[in-house]
């Protein structure tokens, strides 16, 4: 079965530090891949994500991310982290079975920015 | 565009009560996705609706739990005899069709519910 894993549960950096969480995911084929992130109290925004193409993808506010088929891993990176970046983040896979598009989400990773 | 919207955003209630909770997805996407995320997990799948007809439901969805979305717009969730294990926050999300899988899901910001 397809399933996504978050190595890291808590991860703290002090501002203006550089940030990379991890992502992995089991799956044969080219998988659909996302990361999203989650204020406190708040929905999903979504970040960015990879359908296919140019391994290295950017997204909205200063976030990027790398697919390495290799590793099977879907990591997120950003250069210099804001205290406003302080949030849950999570990847997910789209299922192909049913064809549906639902998503299969990681544990998350609940980013704490020290000032 | 005014996004997915949610309501309630919080619900309190006691075991035993049914809850319903409602989703108004962006217009023109004509698909509704509903998850379920307990407390320092990730969301999980529970149903998918395309226009008005419900194509999956996850075994998760026990026969406690049903959803509609009879004109393929907006959709509900009800939760018969509550128990304390449906605490959790309640996701919507919808989609613009793209190539199969290749959808982009837009959520919404959950209902809350507590059950006591």
């Known amino acids: 079965a397809q399933s996504v894993t978050q190595p890291d549960i808590h991860i703290t950096v002090s501002e203006g530090a550089s940030l990379e969480l991890r992502c992995n995911y089991s799956y044969g084929a080219t998988p659909y891949l996302f990361w999203y992130v989650q204020s406190p109290g708040q929905g999903l925004q979504l970040l960015l994500k990879?359908?296919?193409?140019?391994?290295l993808v950017q997204g909205i506010k200063g976030f990027e991310a790398e697919f390495k088929r290799s590793q099977s891993s879907f990591n997120l990176r950003k250069p210099s982290v804001h205290w406003s970046d302080a949030a849950e983040y999570f990847c997910a896979v789209a299922a192909l079975s049913g064809n549906t598009g639902k998503l299969i989400f990681g544990q998350g990773t609940t980013l704490q920015v020290k000032p | 565009d005014t996004g997915v919207s949610q309501d309630p955003r919080h619900k309190i209630t006691k075991r035993g009560q049914n809850v319903t909770f409602r989703c108004d997805p962006i217009s023109e996407h004509n698909r509704l996705y509903w998850y379920r995320q307990t407390l320092g997990q990730g969301p999980e799948f529970l149903t998918y609706?395309?226009?008005?007809?419900?194509?999956?439901k996850s075994r998760l969805l026990s026969d406690r739990f049903s959803a509609e979305r009879p004109k393929g717009s907006f959709s509900t969730l009800e939760i018969q005899r509550t128990e304390q294990g449906d605490s959790a926050m309640y996701l919507c999300a919808s989609s613009f069709p793209g190539r199969g899988a290749r959808n982009i899901q837009y959520f919404g910001a959950g209902t809350r519910l507590s059950v006591l």
């Open positions: 609706f395309q226009n008005e007809a419900q194509l999956e």
């Open positions: 990879y359908f296919s193409g140019d391994t």
